[in-house]
DNA sequence: TGAGTTATACCGATCGTTCGGTAATAGTCA
DNA sequence: TGACTATTACCGAACGATCGGTATAACTCA
């Protein structure tokens, strides 16, 4: 068949995702994803011909892909409670690179695109997230009506935490709260 | 001397600071700046010669200005620790319009300028809410270490809490994060 | 070869910005 | 009081640059 891509989709994926979450959507030219890719505009609109608002849809999309797979799945496993919540912990800390990294979901859900096409895919994956910790807690006998508070609470404080480091300039904010969060969230079950 | 404004500075603040909040410094265009504050762009450039970023920048100052006057005043009154946060509480929802308006300290710490004009003042605002709310905990007998812990978890949830709230579509996380902050700050203490 | 991929060149629209000029107020002096 | 001037606020029109997007040709390799 034809040549082959220079660069994998996957490699696509994560180089699109780093730009967005940095500048978010209005702040994102095609000059900056094309310079992040290595491939120029023509090439880019070859691989997303909706242009940059694809882009950011797929980006969007994988970044549920991979929660789906390095969080949920690892939430729903058997192992104790505990053990998940920590081996969620780490995948966090690789994901947004120890807190240096903002989150995807707050860099893209600017009001400008008022409900557009990425609310309903940021509501979607916020919902499963704290659907699969409610779980867990629930595993670990804890109130169902209290799981979900301290499930919600946890990704606000994730959320929280990354806005704080980037403001604060520091990554300790985002790093002390992985920390806690096993205890924040089993707490009173340990 | 000369002709008067039509619009006065503090209801321009006010306007662009709406415009800033909701899109962010990249989404915002100088159309918008302009209908929003019913100016047309050439006479923004007069009131503000050093252009968008200027505006934005004396936006976040006056927002800084905004903090002292009606979160920190309040914070180091003498009344009661826990009516001195009720009463911050109340400031804050009507500065966030219960949930509904993002906080310009995360929407103005994109990367696109990096280590640029706002980070400082960014930083700044955060350090001396925190100092401030460790402040009240310390009058209220908590240690000084769990006191700052305490406030910068507050900071912290306060911005979650409003992220999240956006990307969920309703302002029932920020509201109940508002009605749980006292409890939050000066839990084993009231 | 020929399908798939990348690059060059270009487009209209909009970006932030600037400039020349006009509208409106306040002070001056008759 | 009322023309004149100074000063400030505002706006229409245009600037160069860059935006997102699109042709079409060149290259690559099964």
Redesign the interface.
């Known amino acids: 068949m034809g040549r082959k891509a220079s660069v994998d989709d996957e490699q696509l994926m994560d180089r699109l995702s780093c730009v967005f979450r940095?500048?978010?959507?209005?702040?994102a030219t095609l000059a900056m994803l094309s310079e992040a890719t290595g491939l120029k505009k023509a090439s880019l609109y070859h691989r997303f011909p909706g242009g940059k608002e694809q882009m950011a849809r797929e980006v969007l999309d994988s970044a549920g892909v991979w929660l789906e797979e390095h969080i949920l799945a690892p939430l729903k496993g058997d192992g104790a409670p505990a053990d998940r919540v920590k081996e969620m912990a780490r995948q966090l800390d690789a994901f947004y690179s120890g807190g240096k990294q903002?989150?995807l979901?707050?860099?893209l859900?600017?009001?400008?695109i008022h409900e557009g096409p990425f609310?309903k895919a940021?509501?979607q994956i916020?919902?499963a997230w704290i659907e699969a910790l409610a779980a867990v807690m629930a595993d670990a006998g804890v109130d169902k009506r209290e799981a979900r508070n301290r499930a919600?609470?946890g990704?606000?404080?994730?959320?929280?935490?990354l806005?704080?480091s980037?403001?604060?300039?520091t990554t300790r904010?985002f790093r002390e709260?992985l920390k806690s969060l096993p205890n924040e969230l089993l707490g009173g079950e340990l």
Do not use: H
Request: hydrophobic share 40%; aromatic share 10%; charged share 20%.
């Open positions: 940095d500048v978010g959507y209005e702040g903002a989150c979901l707050n860099m859900s600017s009001a400008r609310t940021i509501k916020f919902e919600e609470r990704v606000i404080m994730l959320q929280g935490s806005v704080f980037r403001g604060m300039g904010p709260f």
